[in-house]
């Protein structure tokens, strides 16, 4: 594991990178970086090259509902969490693959974030929270180290022969104008 250390203590670690010191950054002495304890007023600046092959997921399955995070759900921020990218698809996918039905879609997706994500396995569970024959609320909770983490909600409606009638598609799109007469006021 590679890391960067300052005077006073390490600043970054990085598990799959290794570091190369490119040159070093002084702190100003007003604005937004005023201010700070310690003897930071010097940090080196660095690159990093991956050593180690992408892994081919985000997550691997353990089970029926148990995913494994890979280290290609880590954030940017901090190397023992993770994005919130690849959970919010993972819930996506379990609210899609809800109950059989092939004649719903989500319309409406909204997700909690309750706490970080650390790199933990996480427990994936879906359900319809409100059956309805043209409208249903599906709900997905991901679960790590035995508390919620993340919470999504979707709303699903019906399609089908004349539940959302084609707008514009069979027409062609308008000529394009035969100069670049803009008028922006």
Avoid at 68 to 73: F, G, I, L
Avoid at 120 to 130: H, I, N, Y
Avoid at 151 to 166: C, D, E
């Amino acid at each position: 594991m590679a890391s960067i250390a300052t005077a006073n203590a390490t600043i970054w670690k990085l598990p799959i990178c290794s570091v190369r010191v490119v040159g070093t950054a002084t702190r100003p002495t007003t604005g937004p970086f005023f201010g700070w304890t310690g003897n930071e007023s010097s940090r080196a600046l660095w690159t990093t090259s991956v050593t180690e092959p992408k892994p081919a997921a985000f997550y691997l399955r353990q089970g029926d509902d148990t995913f494994v995070p890979t280290p290609a759900t880590v954030g940017p921020w901090d190397p023992a969490l993770q994005h919130g990218g690849p959970p919010a698809a993972l819930l996506g996918r379990a609210i899609e693959s809800l109950g059989g039905r092939t004649d719903v879609r989500v319309s409406h997706f909204s997700l909690d974030f309750l706490g970080a994500l650390p790199l933990e396995p996480m427990t994936v569970r879906a359900e319809v929270a409100r059956p309805g024959k043209r409208i249903e609320l599906a709900t997905a909770t991901a679960i790590i180290g035995g508390r919620p983490a993340l919470r999504a909600a979707a709303w699903r409606l019906a399609i089908g022969a004349g539940r959302g009638p084609r707008v514009g598609l069979d027409e062609a799109p308008p000529p394009m104008p035969d100069h670049e007469a803009r008028d922006y006021c």
